[in-house]
């Protein structure tokens, strides 16, 4: 927890919340009791489906199917009550008759007390038992809870009542739908919020740094003005989606307070949620947030709400005045399914009070580590690794006859840069699994691409250290051994390039990190090309030469010598587009 990193590597969202109380997997026990969703929207008044029986009498030990029919929906949560006291506990247990669609509850301290989905997937019918205990009422109605979509839902559908033999006749009235859900009271924002203040009077988070949410319709802005007790929250972005915050103890997710501002059409749901580690966000109730509004303009969203600083007794809720890691998110919805952020959350460098001194702070969306990793990557396989190959390949005859330390000077060249390759990949391949704490499951196939990277990567150093000598009849072999390891070595490096620059830890800019990536292959291959096809014009003129038997030796000398001066002029020149390439993409990772 302790190591480096933004990996809110989901900042939560990888939501799906189109399901009872936010829960796509079904796991509802929150809502046992009044079996509403905190959707924050009001129920349906009329139910389009149908709760059936089999049997309307029942003994202790019966055990009663139960259907929950209807056009599709996602989300259900199905119990049973004492007719007489509907308000009172689940009474009774059930028996699944498919648990591929659904699933038992313990609500009440009862095993298999309620039964809800498994998955956001629709259906349109469900089938399951209720088995009577022995000390069942006389009367029993069943109530089921349905969700179509996340703001169309139907609270406590009530099945006709079932009763025990020789029971009196039931009196009490059959209230079994449940109170429409109540919400804080919403103002409209009548004026954008200003970045003026921030570091005066205002804790500011802004992505981009300084940008001005007046006047910048893609600023990612976040403000906290304490005042006596409580504190206002401003927060600011573009609004296709839901913008997102959360106070973390650390820089990963997981048991952090979350606030989220969520559109839907044209209105904005403002809801606190609290996260659990890398899986769906719970919504919590919205009562300890205050003078709740919002404002969409120019498909901007903004929203703010006022919270006490310290609340004992709320669970979930952080007091503001401690220090934690600030997170900044924002995404897709639709239909209430918040869907992946469109980019790695912004995680602010340092614990920060919201209370204390007003400061004006910005955050990375990659962790340091990342950025390291992806650093030497692309100076291994993008400047030492294709250098190298060069002077191996084309510029024997240059430098053959130069020497340094006893070796020519192509080879000590080609050898240095190959193992300064090898050497960089290897920290490089370090780095990642000291950030995830193991193996990414996320990442795609971009990991076992590095894998194979790294493998060619310390291979080839052991292949070079069994080189025959030039005349053993194994030497043509190790050539074309080397050669090969070393050619799938660069194509399987840019294949895992493309792909790691999509990852969320390490997200370039789009699409010029595409266009960037695509120029320098299409750089160093026209390179080779030129190369290649300069040799073999070369190669014809000496032949030439050598048939007309004039003047060879000087008109050979004369030739290599211009050959020689183009070579080096054309590595100058890849040299520096190299050079332009790398200091591109350095550039674009240390700005993450």
């Known amino acids: 927890m302790a190591v480096p990193g933004c990996a809110l590597g989901a900042l939560v969202f990888l939501l799906h919340v189109g399901s009872v109380a936010s829960y796509p997997n079904g796991k509802v026990t ?18 389009t489906h149908r709760v059936a029986v ?31 006291r509907v308000d009172g506990p689940p009474v009774g247990s059930f028996l699944l008759n498919d648990s591929q669609v659904s699933q038992l509850l313990t609500c009440g301290d009862v095993q298999g007390s309620a039964v809800s989905h498994t998955s956001a997937s629709k259906k349109s019918e469900i089938k399951v038992y209720w088995k009577a205990p022995s000390s069942a009422p006389s ?10 979509k996340y703001k169309i839902y139907w609270v406590r559908i009530p099945s006709q009542v079932i009763s025990q033999p020789n029971a009196l006749p039931l009196t009490t009235p059959k209230a079994a739908t449940a109170p429409a859900p109540t919400s804080p009271p919403v103002s409209p924002l009548t004026e954008p919020f200003s970045a003026s203040d921030c570091g005066k009077k205002k804790f500011c988070v802004r992505s981009p740094l300084n940008c001005d949410p007046e006047r910048e319709h893609a600023c990612v802005f976040l403000s906290f003005t304490r005042d006596a007790q409580s504190v206002l929250v401003e927060m600011s972005g573009p609004g296709e ?7 973390s103890r650390d820089r990963w997710m997981g048991d952090d307070d979350a606030y989220m501002c969520i559109r839907e059409d044209e209105v ?88 204390a001194s007003p ?69 490089a391949f370090v780095l990642p699994f000291v950030y995830r704490g193991g193996w990414s499951w996320h990442a795609g196939y ?51 390039m493309f792909l790691g620059m999509d990852l969320p830890g390490l997200t370039l800019p789009d699409p010029q990190k595409t266009y960037t990536m695509i120029g320098f292959v299409i750089w160093h291959t026209g390179t080779e090309i030129v190369l290649e096809v300069h040799a073999y014009r070369l190669a014809r003129k000496v032949e030439i030469l050598d048939d007309d038997r004039i003047q060879i030796l000087q008109s050979f000398s004369v030739s290599e010598a211009e050959g020689h001066a183009f070579k080096k002029a054309v590595l100058a020149v890849y040299v520096c587009g190299n050079m332009t390439f790398l200091i591109i993409f350095l550039s674009a990772i240390s700005h993450l």
Not at 62 to 76: A, K, M, N, Y
Not at 399 to 422: D, N, Y
């Open 30 to 47: 929150k809502s046992c009791h009044r079996m509403t969703p905190d959707h924050g929207h009001r129920p349906q008044p009329d139910p």
């Open 54 to 84: 089999s049997q309307t009498t029942f003994r202790p030990g019966d055990q009663i199917e139960v259907t929950l029919s209807g056009r599709p929906f996602r989300g259900f949560l199905l119990e049973a009550r004492d007719a007489e």
């Open 139 to 148: 009367h029993v109605r069943f109530l089921a809870t349905v969700v179509e």
């Open 241 to 247: 989606g839901y913008l997102s915050f959360a106070l």
């Open 268 to 355: 904005v749901h403002i809801q606190p949620a609290h996260l659990t580690g890398r899986s769906h966000p719970v919504m919590d109730s919205r009562g300890p947030l205050e003078d709740v509004a919002w404002r969409l303009v120019d498909g901007v969203m903004q929203c703010s709400f006022r919270r006490k600083i310290a609340l004992p007794g709320v669970k979930n809720r952080f007091d503001l005045n401690t220090s934690y890691y600030i997170f900044l998110a924002d995404g897709a919805a639709s239909d209430g399914l918040l869907y992946k952020h469109s980019q790695q959350p912004l995680i602010t460098r340092e614990k920060h009070d919201v209370t």
């Open 359 to 427: 400061e004006d702070v910005g955050g990375s969306r990659s962790s340091l580590l990342l950025k390291v990793h992806g650093a030497l990557m692309f100076v291994a396989w993008m400047s030492t690794v294709s250098i190298g190959v060069l002077i191996a390949r084309f510029f024997r005859p240059v430098w053959s006859k130069a020497f340094f330390f006893g070796e020519a000077v192509w080879f000590q060249l080609h050898r240095t840069l190959m193992l300064t390759t090898s050497v960089l990949t290897c920290i």
């Open 446 to 496: 971009h990991p076992y691409l590095g894998c194979a990277v790294l493998t060619a990567a310390v291979m080839q150093p052991l292949l070079a250290a069994c080189r025959p000598p030039f005349h053993d009849p194994r030497r043509r072999l190790f050539n074309w051994t080397h050669w090969s390891v070393g050619t799938a070595a660069r194509i399987i490096a840019v294949a895992a």
